[in-house]
């Protein structure tokens, strides 16, 4: 794939792992455009890509749980960004809290943001995806290892990602007679603010690995080069992923064994993720 002759939307860019995959893009000279909610975040962010080498940077300032937000950027798309062939569906939010401790409102949040939003931009744009002249289009989903690891304590997210895997998996079997690409990339713990200091103790508490967010830019360039389906990083969650596919019941053996830790850090009736 060359990137330099890519016209690329990454949601969520003023967050961690949006970031990093802009200043990624940007050194491969890429079209950007990049959304997110933090004008000033943006700006910035905007302002580096241009120095690191990217071609046309663009910001736009949009809600994605609103209609009203998602309007605003597909309009932003259509009206000033122009030849849009690549979507990175990246933003989202997280929770790491036990089930009945969840307000309805909450669980509502973090369903919209993590699989109404990006299924419903995804379903704005397609077309214009599809009728784009020049590069073959790309769409690429930011899902977690958790999309595929019922994990305590994130029940409404594990339920948004493992969403998100299967909506993209069926949207690439449907366009495959097309040359619209449909990829899916599980991150496993990142180093971003998305996690909670107690989320982060629990994963430092049960020995699991933080990745930085560069790396996973990386994979993500990896993935987009390489045209394959998903991809996803680290191990031991990669086998724990096939595992948990094939006998789910040795992977709730071992989390059963982990579950007063987890309940600990889990059960704390703050407001934070
Ligand atoms: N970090 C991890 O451990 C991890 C692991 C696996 C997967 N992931 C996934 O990676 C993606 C990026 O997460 P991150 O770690 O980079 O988190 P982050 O630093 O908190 O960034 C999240 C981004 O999403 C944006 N966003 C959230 N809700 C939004 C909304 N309603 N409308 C528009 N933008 C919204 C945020 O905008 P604001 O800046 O305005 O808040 C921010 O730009 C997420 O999909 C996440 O689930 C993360």
């Keep these: 794939m060359q990137f330099d002759r890519r016209h690329i939307l990454i949601t969520g860019a003023s967050g961690g792992i949006g970031s990093a995959l802009a200043h990624a893009l940007a050194a491969e000279k890429a079209s950007l455009l990049l959304h997110g909610r933090n004008a000033q975040a943006l700006t910035a962010l905007a302002d580096e890509c241009r120095q690191l080498g990217a071609g046309n940077v663009q910001t736009c300032i949009a809600d994605l749980t609103t209609a009203e937000g998602r309007g605003a950027l597909v309009s932003h798309v259509q009206r000033d960004f122009l030849r849009l062939d690549t979507l990175i569906n990246n933003a989202g939010i997280s929770r790491f809290q036990l089930f009945n401790q969840q307000t309805p409102g909450q669980i509502e949040q973090l369903l919209a943001s993590n699989i109404n939003a990006p299924v419903l931009l995804t379903h704005a744009l397609i077309t214009s995806l599809l009728e784009t002249q020049g590069e073959p289009p790309v769409i690429l989903n930011i899902g977690s290892a958790f999309g595929a690891i019922g994990f305590p304590g ?10 998100l895997r299967l909506f993209t998996e069926a949207l690439a079997r449907e366009y495959s007679d097309t040359a619209l690409r449909v990829q899916y990339l599980a991150p ?3 180093r971003t603010r998305i996690n909670s200091d107690r989320a982060n103790a629990m994963t430092a508490a049960t020995g699991s ?8 830019a990386q994979a993500a360039l990896q993935l987009l080069r390489s045209g394959h389906a998903q991809a996803a990083i680290g191990w031991p969650e990669k086998l724990l992923v096939r595992l948990n596919g094939l006998r789910p019941e ?3 053996r071992v989390l059963r064994k982990q579950l007063a830790k987890i309940k600990t850090f889990a059960n704390q009736p703050d407001t934070g993720a």
């Design 188 to 190: 496993r713990a990142t």
């Design 154 to 163: 994130y029940s409404t997210y594990c339920a948004s990602k493992g969403a």
């Design 209 to 216: 690995s933080i990745d930085s967010p560069e790396c996973v």
């Design 250 to 252: 040795l992977i709730s």
